[in-house]
């Protein structure tokens, strides 16, 4: 993309409005704007971040073997009647008439829609196990919906809907998520810690959340560094595998044995028997939710499935949540410096931005057009006619992993200079090496 003609509205002034980092820099650097409180409009570079990802938070799912499908956002009121939540909700619920007077609501979560589709069609233990997920606008009303797209009203959320015959299959479901949820958060370049947690509303017995440090979390945390050592990625043949119940439980014994609890668990004797170096602890942002739950609404809604003996067998359900949009925020929570964001490559909205400090200069021109004829839509080209300092602000406040910047000095001898944002690390180089270390 030509930054000249890119709608990048990036901002000069801090907004006084964002109270911190991520919010900040989200409304600077012009990824997003708030069209309602806690409703957001996502603008093309905010975009890109969120779709990427939304594509990592997918191959992780899909490669536990679940299955993606798309369910509205608006619920009939009934679905929450059988269930009995549509009273317990409250007023986080955004509940809508329609033309007929009948009763509808803007998901909050999908439960009940799901058990539903899932009682229409699975008969048999034939067609177990299922995990189901999709990834849908939501929308509660919260009371304060503060932090920019952290704690919005409208967010993007990844749900998972697992069914099992029994409490043993459920516990696979649950390890299998449990490790695609770590695997997912290093891939965003991020430490999440799960920790045990009450499972509140949703009910159930077994239920942690996923954690990453940040100065302006809303509880406070501990945990043992040990969790910063594990890498959960497949590569080399290493890590753990979904397809494997011993893997399960020793990826599962590991991550409940070292230390990890938020304030309301936090058990002072645990924590003292922690080596003070490892002792890890701040404010911590839930990026992710997961719970088993049972069978409380395969009974409440009557959702049975034949087994083997014929028995009419309530599922043991479980459900698991990312908060997508949210994690554009944690991302820059966790990686930005005074100057901007530092976008960790795999999430980048450009793998590179192209500075031509002197746009009219034939060679640069020439240059700078060549790089952006090889890298194209992954690289966004600033051929703005602006003076070079402006050019580096906006590069490192949108904190593309890589700034290739073409001067004429350089360019006369064949030579760019290659920046890493996260280092500030510069090196001449020429196009072509250029191109080759991205
Ligand atoms: P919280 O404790 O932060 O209110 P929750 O327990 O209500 O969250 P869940 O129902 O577990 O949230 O939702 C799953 C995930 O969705 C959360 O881990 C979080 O990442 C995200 N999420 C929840 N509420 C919001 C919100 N208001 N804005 C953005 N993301 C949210
Ligand atoms: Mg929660």
Redesign the pocket.
């Known amino acids: 993309m030509r930054l000249s003609r890119s709608f990048i509205p990036t901002l000069k002034e801090t907004p006084a409005e964002a109270q911190i980092a991520s919010h900040r820099l989200m409304l600077r650097a012009g990824l997003v704007r708030q069209t309602s409180a806690g409703i957001y409009a996502w603008l093309p570079l905010g975009f890109r971040v969120l779709k990427n990802i939304e594509r990592i938070v997918r191959e992780e799912q899909d490669a536990a073997g679940a299955q993606e499908l798309l369910m509205p956002t608006i619920q009939p009121a009934e679905l929450w009647r059988e269930s009995g939540r549509y009273d317990d909700y409250g007023e986080e619920m955004l509940r809508i008439t329609d033309r007929r007077e009948r009763e509808m609501l803007y998901g909050p ?1 999908n439960e009940e829609m799901i058990t539903d589709l899932f009682r229409q069609s699975v008969r048999s233990y034939r067609e177990m196990p299922q995990i189901l997920y999709h990834i849908q606008w939501k929308f ?1 009303d ?1 009371m304060r ?1 503060r932090f920019g ?5 409208e ?1 993007l ?1 990844k749900d998972a809907y697992s069914f099992d015959m029994d409490y043993a299959g459920a516990v696979v479901s649950y390890r299998k998520m449990m490790l695609a949820y770590m695997r997912t958060f290093q891939r965003l370049g991020l430490k999440a810690i799960p920790m045990e947690a009450e499972s ?1 509303p949703i009910g159930g017995d077994l239920s942690h ?1 996923f954690i990453i440090l940040a100065p302006t979390g ?1 509880s406070q945390v501990y945990f043992d560094a040990a969790f910063e050592q594990i890498d959960y990625l497949p590569r080399g043949g290493g890590g753990f595998s979904h397809d494997n119940a011993d893997d399960l439980h020793r990826f599962f014994t590991q991550m409940t044995t070292h230390y990890a609890a938020t304030d309301e668990k936090h058990d002072l004797a645990a924590w003292e028997k922690v080596a003070p170096e490892h002792r890890r602890e701040g404010r911590g942002i ?4 997961i719970f088993h739950f049972g069978t409380k609404y395969s009974k409440s809604m009557n959702c049975t499935v034949a087994a083997p003996d014929g028995a009419k067998v309530h599922p043991e359900m479980g459900s698991y ?3 997508v ?2 994690l554009v925020g944690a991302v820059i929570e966790a990686s930005h410096d005074d100057s901007g964001i530092i976008w960790p490559d795999s999430v980048a909205p450009f793998k590179a931005v192209i500075i031509n400090l002197r746009r009219g200069d034939a060679v640069c021109d020439a240059m700078c057009e060549a790089l952006y004829a090889r890298l194209g839509n992954t690289a966004l080209y600033d051929d703005r006619d602006e003076r070079a300092g402006g050019k580096f602000a906006d590069a490192d406040l949108m904190g593309h992993p890589w700034q290739i910047i073409v001067g004429p000095r350089g360019a006369a001898a064949g030579k760019v200079e290659l920046k890493r944002r996260a280092t500030g690390e510069r090196t001449e180089v020429t196009p072509e090496e250029a191109l080759g270390r991205l």
């Open positions: 979560t509660r919260e919906p797209v952290m704690r919005g009203r967010f959320m509140g959340e809303e839930e990026v992710g939710h949540g990312i908060g949009s949210r």
